[in-house]
């Protein structure tokens, strides 16, 4: 969606997220430096940061390498609201959170403003601190120039969400090639849900925190060998910047290395042709056969189980988290056992196994995957 909400046409936003660090700990702002000044230069103009990443230590390094060294004009940040790590747990400490951000940037104004990581464990905080029409307050005093929320949650949420709020602006998505079909993440069933709304998307996790940028063997080999002189990161931008209703495409680089690499292909963006997509599919395919589980989703065992357990969705899960953090584990397993029976539920009764045409030993399966359920 070229040009929409000032955005640009440029399709790499730099997200903050995961800045260059120091032996200590610290972010190295000299390198960051480096990077924004790169990303300008390329065209870019869209910083991606939030009041909790690094302790706000991504909201002052912002400032330091952006907003003290280049005039307002020549970028445009986005910054979020997390009404649920509000430092001290209340309406009022999650409203400071909006002042705070402005003077830790030093933007003077916020060109897009979130409420942050939104899923069904604490949307009840959004609604009953009032954030919703504190945002648009600020909005109304010009401190806001459009805002909308980042989502982590079911297709169902998202569509209760945008009948309620009509006037959300843009949403944030979690959209990547190995996510397209999770029912954990759901990106492609939210990614048209957004569409149908007329609501265009930002992208965040196209390389699922790094892993699509050192994906498992068997992906590797399958993107060398259609172009052994591409990143594997770049595979998994391209498809993710090449999708319609996209406002911009966020990368969380780390590196100077990182943001050339980005910048090498996103400058001139092109989507994946035909023949590229083909080789996504392929990769995909390498995803979906890494299974521990050999579940092939046929959903007999769960036609008569007696406590509801969405079995072959647990085992889905199960199978994704090689190489992921588990904060996004048990976040696909919440969103996959919403209003429905968890592992730990199982009455031992055996149906399943006895529907089972892999003939599974679903019972001790089932009991393997309880440590999900926090």
Request: charged fraction near 20%.
């Amino acid at each position: 969606m070229s040009g929409y909400l000032d955005a640009g046409d440029f399709k790499l936003g730099f997200g903050l997220m995961r800045l260059p660090k120091n032996p200590d700990g610290s972010i190295d702002v000299p390198q960051t430096a480096q990077m924004a000044d790169k990303f300008i230069a390329a065209g870019g103009t869209y910083f991606d940061t939030a009041f909790v990443y690094d302790g706000g230590a991504s909201e002052a390094a912002f400032k330091a390498a952006v907003a003290d060294r280049y005039p307002r004009g020549a970028y445009t940040v986005a910054t979020k609201l997390n009404a649920f790590m509000a430092p001290e747990k209340n309406e009022q400490s999650a409203k400071q959170e909006f002042y705070t951000s402005l003077e830790r940037t030093g933007a003077g104004y916020f060109d897009y403003y979130l409420l942050h990581a939104i899923q069904r464990s604490n949307i009840r905080l959004y609604d009953d601190y009032g954030i919703w029409d504190f945002v648009k307050e600020q909005k109304a005093k010009g401190l806001i120039r459009h805002w909308g929320f980042s989502f982590h949650a079911d297709p169902a949420l998202l569509e209760a969400l945008l009948a309620a709020h009509p006037d959300a602006e843009f949403v944030q998505l979690q959209i990547n090639y190995a996510d397209w079909e999770n029912p954990g993440v759901a990106s492609r069933r939210n990614w048209e849900i957004c569409k149908a709304h007329g609501k265009p998307v930002i992208i965040m996790e196209p390389v699922k925190g790094g892993i699509l940028a050192e994906p498992i063997p068997a992906v590797k080999d399958i993107l060398n060998a259609a172009n052994p002189d591409a990143s594997c990161a770049s595979w998994a931008l391209r498809f993710a910047a090449g999708l319609d209703n996209i406002m911009v495409t966020l990368s969380g680089m780390s590196s100077l290395a990182q943001m050339e690499d980005n910048l090498s292909f996103m400058t001139d963006f092109r989507p994946l042709s035909d023949a590229e997509q083909a080789v996504i599919q392929k990769a995909q395919q390498a995803l979906d056969a890494d299974k521990s589980i050999p579940c092939t989703a046929c959903h007999y065992c769960t036609k008569g189980c007696p406590m509801g357990i969405p079995i072959p969705e647990i085992f889905n899960v199960e199978n994704r988290k090689k190489g992921s953090p588990r904060f996004r584990t048990v976040r696909e397993y919440t969103i996959v056992t919403q209003d429905k029976g968890k592992a730990g539920d199982c009455i031992q009764c055996g149906q399943c196994e006895s529907a089972c045409p892999q003939h599974l030993p679903i019972i001790q399966l089932l009991r393997q995957c309880r440590e999900l359920e926090e």
